[in-house]
């Protein structure tokens, strides 16, 4: 499965719209791209995932470049309890393979 | 429909002893996974079952074994426990082929002194 490049952190203000980057430049073209969030040490919650049209959800928005090597979350008006880490990873949807997760990026939300 | 249901969800262990951390599923999900997360990083694969009766190492199984012991549980053993295994983790499920998410338990939280 493809690696995924995110920012180790980043901050929004309560109320504005989040927009969390992720680069994954192998993947391959039956992979999909999905976002989880993990707050404080609970099991990691899933968002949205998408092959290659964007996305959108109760939760958030999943925008995928035309060449599928980045994407981008979008949390449209991120409140507090928005804050957690976000992991982007990308998913073989045939047989099962390794997950792997990166680091993530820890969104903070200010009031 | 409890979902992915993680026992115990607290653990001491001395170091040398021996437990097993188990992992039970209501979906009907093929997949099963065990990650183990330490403070302030991401998930690590130790290993997952594509199936009953398979299991195949991920990232990182030294000093650990599973046993898919049919479709709904997949447990993890430590043998010896080490200081270096403390962490917290976590069973997930997923259904391949179905363009499903994983997902995940609330996890075990062990201590190794």
């Known amino acids: 499965d493809a690696k995924t490049t995110q920012p180790p952190s980043m901050d929004c203000a309560e109320g504005r719209a989040a927009n969390l980057p992720c680069n994954h430049s192998?993947?391959?073209?039956?992979?999909?791209v999905y976002w989880y969030r993990q707050i404080h040490s609970q099991g990691p919650q899933y968002i949205i995932h998408?092959?290659?049209n964007n996305e959108t959800n109760e939760m958030a928005s999943l925008i995928i470049t035309e060449d599928r090597k980045s994407s981008t979350l979008i949390l449209p008006h991120a409140t507090l309890r928005d804050t957690a880490v976000y992991y982007c990873i990308v998913k073989y949807s045939g047989s099962a393979r390794q997950l792997t997760f990166g680091s993530g990026t820890q969104l903070t939300v200010l009031p | 429909n409890a979902g992915v249901t993680q026992t115990p969800k607290f653990q001491v262990l001395k170091t040398g002893q021996s437990m097993t951390l188990q992992c039970a599923q209501d979906?009907?999900?093929?997949?099963m996974y065990w990650y183990r997360q330490d403070p302030g990083m991401g998930l690590r694969l130790i290993y997952y079952?594509?199936?009953?009766?398979?299991?195949d190492k991920g990232e990182v199984p030294n000093g650990y074994n599973v046993s898919r012991l049919n479709k709904r549980e997949f447990s993890l053993r430590l043998e010896s426990a080490a200081p270096s295994q403390t962490s917290v983790y976590f069973c997930?499920?997923?259904?391949?082929?179905?363009?499903?998410?994983?997902?995940f338990g609330n996890g075990t939280r062990l201590t190794v002194t």
């Open positions: 997930a499920t997923f259904n391949e082929g179905w363009n499903s998410p994983l997902h």
């Open positions: 192998t993947i391959s073209g039956n992979e999909y």
């Open positions: 979906m009907n999900h093929n997949s």
């Open positions: 998408g092959l290659k």
């Open positions: 079952s594509a199936s009953e009766g398979t299991t």
